[in-house]
């Protein structure tokens, strides 16, 4: 399997990709030291983890340039993606112990009932590429703390980063029949789904999630999904400042390169404020440099995957044809690299691709709205359910929009935005099950109701 650099095209490694019979081995290898794994006092697994956060610090120039060359992400970005990751493994290092011990929940005479929380065992965490560090420890942290054993399969697209966290891994301590990196794409991604797993926790696109749901549900074994989104932002004309808000939903919309899953992926503006939005939001896109994400002051450098070029052209185009106005960008850009220009079209309407499917590119359309009941409606007018933005001055007004979207999370004047100590979950396409907070320390064990009756 070749490693392609996408801001230069050039091969960077040469992987073999992991056989069946070489992941059937390792399915085995993890399922007999889950015994052991489990039977260590949760203070020893946390201490490894804790190790194990510390090695990423300590590596971390090395591992934003590994994960910035492989992908494309700007060096910051990276070295920020790591950061924020450590600061999630803070939050599971302080909590495990709270949310993981037994509970005594009813004691009555000679009775008592008790909650024990178990590992579900060997689980499988098959996993994107565009934020390989924070969604993978959104799983493999709780999962290995809880007592489980991981087949790590991260996306074809960052197995460099891939095989640093199972090195990384390995010098903290965790054995190599506890952690186990799987190499490959979607045919080895499949080979995971035919081992009879105790838990699957995914993170990607719709199309894939759905297939592997399918595929898990007659193990009847817990199947999580995290999944894509077409997060709407609204900026209703009440705002202090539509140059602050301006600014911070373009950073929203073109962090990553637009490639992130809770990415602001369409705008709706109240008709009161949408000029000055949209010159404002303009000027903030044009001003951010494009280049080699190894170079310094990059805010966007290229896509991670070529197809992806074509697929936002075909919505620019398709929306121009339906009477978009482009206001920037709008091209692939002449260069060797996948690169697209940041994009910004306005005069969008709910019949163009471009506010209805997921673009996880530097675009982005911009719709004006009457008030906020055309807001509300036209921010829920989609499939997925990941999260959902308003900006305004008023808490009040902001709560009351908020409550009626149907998503995982809400924000009041902010966006695009994760915190450890909240549930991180989707609805409709946008998925099934969460992560972070102490429902995604639970996530990766379950309950076993003890019923002790007698003298004690
Ligand atoms: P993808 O669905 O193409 O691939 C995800 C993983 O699944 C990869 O490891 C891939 O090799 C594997 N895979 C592909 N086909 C498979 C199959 N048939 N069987 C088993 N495994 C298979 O997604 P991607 O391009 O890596 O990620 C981008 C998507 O992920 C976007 O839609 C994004 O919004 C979403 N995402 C969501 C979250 C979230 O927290 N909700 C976070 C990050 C990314």
């Known amino acids: 399997m070749e490693i392609i650099n996408p801001a230069t095209e050039e091969v960077i490694s040469t992987l073999t990709e992991d056989s069946k019979e070489g992941i059937q081995a390792k399915f085995e290898s993890l399922s007999k030291g889950q015994i052991e794994w489990e039977a260590k006092p949760l203070s020893d697994r946390i201490e ?15 591992l934003a340039s590994v994960l910035s060359e492989e992908m494309g992400k700007p060096l910051a970005q990276s070295i920020g993606e790591i950061k924020g990751a450590c600061k999630r493994i803070k939050f599971f290092l302080e909590n495990s112990e709270k949310w993981l011990s037994n509970e005594v929940v009813h004691a009555e005479d000679e009775l008592q009932e008790v909650i024990k929380y178990e590992p579900l065992g060997v689980i499988a965490n ?3 590429w565009n934020y390989p560090y924070l969604v993978g420890v959104n799983v493999f942290i709780p999962a290995l703390i809880g007592g489980n054993t991981v087949l790590y399969k991260p996306s ?19 054995p190599e029949n506890v952690f186990q990196t799987i190499i490959g ?32 549900a007659p193990k009847m074994v817990p199947c999580q999904m995290e999944l894509g ?77 070529k197809p992806q070029l074509d697929f936002l052209k075909s919505q620019v185009d398709q929306a121009i044809e339906r ?3 482009l206001r920037t960008g709008g091209n692939i850009m002449d260069r060797s690299g996948y ?5 910004v079209l306005s005069n969008v309407s709910h019949d163009m691709s471009i506010m209805k499917e997921e673009s996880f590119g530097p675009l982005i359309g911009i719709q004006s709205v009457a008030d906020d009941k055309e807001a509300i409606s036209l921010m829920q007018d989609t499939v997925y359910g990941l999260t959902a933005s308003v900006y305004t001055r008023s808490k009040e007004r ?40 102490h429902i995604g320390i639970r996530a990766f064990v379950q309950p076993k109701a003890y019923h002790f009756n007698g003298p004690q």
Not at 274 to 294: A, L, M, R, W
Request: glycine content about 10%; proline content about 4%; hydrophobic content about 35%.
């Open 48 to 62: 490894v983890i804790e190790k194990f956060s510390e090695l990423l610090k300590t590596n971390i120039d090395k």
């Open 229 to 305: 989104g077409k997060d709407p932002l609204y900026a209703a004309d009440d705002v202090d400042s539509v140059k602050d808000v301006a600014k911070a939903a373009a950073e929203g919309a073109f962090y990553n390169a637009g490639q992130s899953c809770c990415s602001v992926e369409r705008i709706y503006v109240h008709e009161k404020i949408i000029d000055e939005f949209i010159e404002q939001f303009v000027k903030e896109v044009e001003s951010y440099q494009i280049g080699n994400p190894i170079e310094p002051g990059i805010f966007i450098g290229p896509l991670a995957r």
């Open 339 to 343: 690169y697209f220009e940041p994009t």
């Open 323 to 325: 009477g978009a106005e």
């Open 185 to 216: 794409g979607k045919e080895v991604g499949k080979v995971l789904l035919e081992l009879p797993l105790d838990g699957y926790f995914f993170t990607g696109s719709y199309n894939t999630g759905k297939y592997i749901y399918e595929q898990v």
């Open 398 to 437: 902001a709560d009351s929009i908020m409550n009626k979207m149907n998503t995982g999370s809400v924000y009041w004047n902010c966006c695009d935005r994760v915190s450890a100590n909240l549930p991180w979950s989707g609805r409709g396409n946008s998925g099934i099950g969460a992560t972070l907070s």
């Open 156 to 174: 074809e697209l960052t197995s460099l980063t891939g095989l640093e966290i199972q090195r990384l891994m390995f010098e903290a301590g965790v």
């Open 126 to 128: 098959i996993s994107a």
